[in-house]
């Protein structure tokens, strides 16, 4: 294809004029009547965007196929345990964006109510973590083991309850799905020291109650991984690489819609500068002292309010 | 963080006024002082354009994990043999821009003078091919092996001369690496007929006149790989998975410029629709009946004018 010849004065026009303007319709031309509805939706926009972006800041071949590197590099170290690409999503706030816009989409439905805030899913999600019934506890780790010793001060009881958000009644069948760091920031596919699976189940909540409880650690903040693309991107950004103390949290239960979400230390001190723009103020929590129980220093409570499906 | 409430009349502001106005900016402030200066200037540009796309098209969580997902795919099917990833980018017009963009980048510094148009590299390029005198052939397979039975019709001498786009006297000390499918439209590494690194070499040029030739076989037009997402990208958006029959080359001489390029056959009835958007005018050729050299039925040339570095 010809490069176009001319350039107009104005620097922001520069960038577009200077190539080859047909390019772009051309590529997105090429879609065929017999598409997928939604991608013939979706690929002009895109398109658009990432050739623009490509001109805007004189994309050059060399710089494309680091980009390219950085990506298959990503994909190669994302499994069923860790989600490198999702990291870097997460990095770029795209996945707490999507989290917005379907959340915007649920509540112009007006299905939402008064339901708990979503947010992001993480990087370190595991499917079927051990079904357990509400007041069981998610250490897995021996208790004289040298994980169990450190972690002792950090034990926690989580509780609360799973409420349908329009009426406030029990979300009878709930099952809250939760997962978390320990108190030095590791999850258990980051620490040999930590059994598999250990702090994390899927626990029942009561069916006439909808009160769930688990017996789990305080987490702390941590750095995300820097072993990959994602840790270096944000090294080269010059970004630090913290998010605040959080649990993870997907609750479910029959008839109403699937809730990803975390819940905050607000005592953290990057609870206003998460690394990845998670935090909402809905989902900040307060860690108390825990008097009586020689299973937990420490107690928080959070209720759930689900949307129905 | 709260999503803003207003929305304007106008439908194409709608999509990016009902989010939160003030999110891109903070995942772009995030970026610290001390980031690579390049990086500075590509990142908030990639950061609006993503943010933009995803706002313009309401991309909603399920959506961006399918993404990633996709992208997890081509990074694991990545091999040195194999970049699905690129070809993706491929697919997308992405790599032609970035090319077109390179090449500008290049005219405007001065130094291109006539010099042979660039294109694509594509997927399936491999470093380290056999290192060949010029007249070697390419063809690695056994005379009677049923893939030579084959590709017979089709062998074909590939000649031209490597020269200074700017005193066009010879480039010496130039090496052209040339790679290719074969007649039905197969590489080395998708077809277990074809010996390792059949079809690829780094032929030496002639010191003192820049002549090359080789021995290779005239290519088809082929389907590009349907086996992973790019292929399946492609059939999702009714798009067709032809490229126009071609030869890949990386030319190089010391004191110039690396020039990346393909040539393609003008009588392909792909060369005005590739699906990878690479064609150009320049890079087409005729290849003709060859007489009198039981080693080829046709013959082809083709002269690289390079750049100086």
Not at 22 to 30: Q, R
Not at 43 to 71: N, Q
Not at 114 to 121: K, Q
Not at 212 to 219: E, T
Request: proline share 6%; charged share 25%; with cysteine.
């Amino acid at each position: 294809m010809a490069l176009s010849g001319k350039e107009d004065g104005g620097a922001d026009r520069a960038a577009k004029t200077k190539y080859d303007p047909e390019f772009t319709d051309k590529v997105i031309a090429a879609t065929g009547p017999k598409a997928l509805p939604r991608l013939k939706e979706i690929m002009p926009s895109l398109l658009r965007h990432l050739h623009d972006f490509a001109r805007d800041v004189d994309l050059t071949v060399a710089e494309l196929f680091a980009g390219i590197e950085l990506i298959n590099e990503a994909g190669r170290m994302s499994t069923d345990k860790r989600n490198e690409t999702g990291m870097l999503c997460d990095i770029l706030g795209l996945e707490s964006l999507a989290d917005e816009i379907s959340s915007k989409l649920l509540s112009d439905s007006g299905s939402s109510g008064t339901a708990t805030p979503s947010t992001v899913l993480g990087p370190f999600y595991r499917a079927n973590a051990p079904l357990l019934p509400s007041g069981s506890s998610i250490v897995y780790a021996a208790p004289d083991s040298p994980w169990s010793v450190q972690a002792a001060p950090w034990l926690t009881h989580l509780s609360g309850r799973v409420v349908s958000a329009s009426t406030g009644e029990p979300a009878a069948g709930a099952v809250v799905d939760v997962w978390m760091a320990d108190a030095r920031g590791l999850y258990e596919q980051q620490d040999a020291g930590q059994p598999e699976m250990n702090l994390r189940g899927r626990v029942r909540a009561d069916e006439a109650t909808g009160r769930y409880a688990v017996y789990c650690v305080r987490p702390s903040a941590y750095q995300v991984p820097r072993d990959g693309p994602g840790g270096r991107l944000l090294e080269l950004l010059d970004r630090h690489p913290y998010r605040p103390a959080h649990m993870h949290f997907v609750v479910t239960a029959p008839g109403f819609r699937a809730l990803t979400t975390q819940v905050f230390d607000r005592d953290d001190e990057h609870v206003r500068d998460d690394t990845v723009f998670a935090v909402k103020d809905e989902l900040l929590v307060k860690f108390e002292p825990r008097e009586g129980d020689d299973r937990a220093r420490w107690t928080v409570e959070y209720d759930f309010a689900l949307s129905e499906a």
